[in-house]
């Protein structure tokens, strides 16, 4: 089977945070999350963590920050 690494998008905005996973031959999935206090798109937490060996087009869950 083949694998493919978790990137690790925490602290990036969505898009790039998208794009990155994209490359790794993996697909995401958005989660709102409000109430963090970070900048509105700003990817706040992911899940598998960065450094994750997966299966190829796996689905990274990335919480994307509302901006409240």
């Given at each position: 089977?083949?694998t493919?690494t978790?990137?690790?998008?925490?602290?990036?905005?969505q898009?790039?945070a998208?794009?990155?996973?994209?490359?790794?031959?993996l697909?995401?999935?958005v989660?709102?999350?409000?109430?963090t206090?970070?900048?509105?798109?700003?990817?706040v937490g992911?899940?598998?963590?960065?450094g994750?060996?997966?299966p190829k087009?796996?689905?990274?869950?990335?919480?994307?920050?509302?901006?409240?």
């Amino acid at each position: 089977t083949a694998t493919a690494t978790v990137p690790s998008v925490v602290g990036q905005t969505q898009s790039t945070a998208q794009s990155n996973i994209k490359k790794a031959n993996l697909q995401s999935v958005v989660v709102q999350w409000s109430g963090t206090g970070k900048p509105s798109g700003q990817v706040v937490g992911q899940t598998p963590e960065s450094g994750a060996v997966v299966p190829k087009n796996s689905i990274v869950i990335i919480f994307v920050s509302t901006g409240s």
